[in-house]
């Protein structure tokens, strides 16, 4: 299976008739026969894609699309609509998985830690679970997720593509699922601990072969090199788990050494997350913050450093148990992230010029600087524990440590999830986010939640009143996972204005109001919109409102006018019409 192999142009239902008729001029006599008339200066045939052409014409969409693969000689390609939303059962099983084994059952676990004032008020096997709850069934499944509807696109509308992602997805659900229940009771379902490990394995040994397959022809970019890295950790990550929990049998994973489990952790978040969150972030963050050309010899140095640090730790903490290693790697680790953010040029981006709504919104600008101040804290709380650990030769308190990881994987990992995840899947979805007003609370709500956490963390070294504050942290960061859930569940399914209330509105789509109205471009074209004169097709993400501010409409009057026309109906003939632009322009 290879990227190459789908790389042929094909003819694909959601296609426009105008792009269809450019791509492929002999098709234009059989729209023609279809009843589609020329109408100059405009490009020939309407912004409608084939699905709606044929519903409207009263012809068979096979029979249509039979007839322009005859004209043409070109492949018909029935899989994009699937291709295009492969990524949501991934999401929609990391939130649903955050919410009730992770952070969820977490929360939990940190009132009955809160009520008890000590950390061993709860089982570690519990703690544990919920770890790998979180780690497998939020930050795995969310990357695979965005992984397969960018960069591993090519497998996805490979003709297996449905049965692959479903295969990958049940595994995770498997994995996860498996974990707990062996976590919870392992002499009853010991055989959960050991199908769950081969589970997961499977899963990374997948996704790793299909990053190899897709991207080992671009592996002299940074970011392809991160990316494959990344599924190599995440192996690593499952054949250690799977070695443990093997070893552990039906003693269940609160059998682990403090080393092993602190292993786990390392090997999920420095080896897999971090490298997937750098070679995804270096695609995907310049153009999402505007930030412009990026200082690549500082993305490459990253790389190199943070692996080295990442190797180094994972062998100190495992193997050999060396403090200096521990000293030496984690001080590799800080210099990969700072130069990964001088790479980035601090994540500070370029004003925005419109307001639009397939423009983003400006409150998730604030979320990659938070998380990178997060993880920068969180390697310094790290490195300074471990050469005090060194230099007196006694174990850092679970408090300490605590910190740190809620540091790594809520105060970096989790923010920059949040933030891009808001900013990233309207993109892939081609909308707008369903409910922008929520991108400050949710910032908010997480920013306190992880601050109160790390703080009352190394709080309880001093005094155990900070035992009955931390539960209140939990809360705080389980709210923003629900509101962040409520907000990509909502884009996900959004319905546009028009097809729910026959009425535009400003957030209203233009591709929708042209698929479901053809003759409204007729009405537009004697405004002088230069757009579609020359749009072959039209983003799903471009508003009724963006649209008429880049044309010079007054976007309120605009609006009206539409819904006046909708009201009215199809005209008889094309009328003229007295709606001047605005003078601005």
């Known amino acids: 299976m290879t990227a190459r192999s789908y790389a042929r142009k094909s003819i694909q239902p959601e296609m426009t008739v105008r792009q269809i008729a450019a791509d492929f001029p002999a098709t234009q006599e059989v729209f023609r026969l279809h009843g589609e008339q020329d109408a100059p200066p405009a490009r020939f045939g309407h912004l409608e894609p084939l699905t709606h052409f044929a519903r409207r014409r009263g012809t068979p969409l096979e029979t249509l699309l039979s007839e322009l693969a005859s004209v043409t000689g070109e492949q018909i390609e029935l899989r994009g609509r699937f291709a295009e939303h492969a990524h949501h059962g991934f999401i929609l099983w990391a939130m649903i998985l955050t919410l009730t084994l992770g952070a969820g059952w977490g929360a939990w676990l940190l009132w ?15 703690v544990i679970a919920h770890g790998e709850a979180q780690l497998w069934g939020f930050i795995v499944l969310f990357v695979m997720g965005v992984a397969l509807r960018t960069v591993l696109q090519g497998a996805v509308r490979h003709p297996q593509g449905a049965w692959v992602c479903r295969v990958l997805l049940t595994l995770a659900l498997v994995g996860v699922g498996g974990s707990v229940l062996w976590s919870l009771l392992p002499e009853s379902f010991v055989s959960a601990g050991l199908i769950s490990s081969a589970a997961l394995l499977l899963l990374s040994l997948g996704f790793w072969g299909l990053q190899i397959a897709l991207l080992r022809t671009k592996c002299r970019a940074t970011w392809a090199r991160a990316v494959l890295v990344s599924g190599a950790w995440l192996t690593a ?62 993305l490459e140095l990253a790389h190199w450093l943070h692996n080295a640090g990442a190797i180094l730790v994972c062998f100190a903490t495992g193997l050999v148990a060396s403090g200096l290693g521990m000293v030496i790697g984690s001080g590799l680790l800080v210099s990969g992230a700072v130069l990964f953010a001088v790479g980035h040029r601090g994540f500070v ?184 004169e020359r749009a072959r097709s039209v983003p799903d993400e471009l508003t009724i409102g963006s ?31 007295p709606m001047v632009k605005n003078v601005s322009r």
Not at 555 to 564: D, G, T, Y
């Open 349 to 532: 981006g370029r004003r925005r010029t419109s307001h639009g709504d397939a423009k983003g919104h400006a409150p998730l600008d604030f979320y990659p600087p938070l998380a990178f101040f997060w993880l920068l804290a969180g390697l310094a709380l790290m490195t300074g524990g471990v050469v005090y650990e060194a230099v007196h030769e006694v174990p850092l308190p679970h408090a300490y440590m605590g910190a740190v990881r809620h540091a790594l994987t809520v105060g970096f990992m989790t923010t920059l999830i949040l933030g891009v995840g808001q900013r990233m899947l309207p993109v892939l979805d081609r909308t707008v986010l369903a409910m922008p007003r929520l991108t400050v609370p949710i910032l908010v709500l997480i920013g306190a939640g992880n601050l109160l956490r790390v703080i009352t963390e190394l709080a309880t070294m001093l005094t155990p009143v900070a035992y009955s504050v931390m539960p209140i942290s939990a809360v705080l960061e389980w709210s923003a996972l629900l509101l962040f859930a409520i907000n990509l569940t909502a884009t996900m399914f959004h319905s546009d204005p028009l097809l729910k209330r026959g009425r535009v509105t400003k957030r209203s789509s233009l591709a929708v109001l042209v698929a479901e109205h053809p003759w409204i471009e007729n009405r537009l074209r004697p405004l002088g919109t230069r757009y579609l």
């Open 547 to 577: 649209f008429a501010e880049s044309e010079g409409f007054d976007a309120a009057q605009f609006v009206s006018e539409i819904n006046a026309w909708l009201a009215d109906g199809p005209p008889v003939m094309s009328l003229q019409n």
């Open 237 to 298: 990550w499952a054949v250690i788990t799977a070695w443990l929990r093997w070893s552990a049998g039906n003693v269940g994973p609160g059998a682990y050494s403090n080393a092993q489990r602190l292993l786990l952790i390392e090997l999920a978040v420095f080896g897999f997350a971090m490298n997937s969150i750098y070679g995804f972030g270096q695609m995907l963050l310049p153009g999402l913050l505007r930030i412009g050309s990026t200082r690549d010899w500082a």
């Open 112 to 126: 009955q830690i809160g009520m008890q004032r000590q950390f061993s008020g709860v089982p570690a096997a519990y």
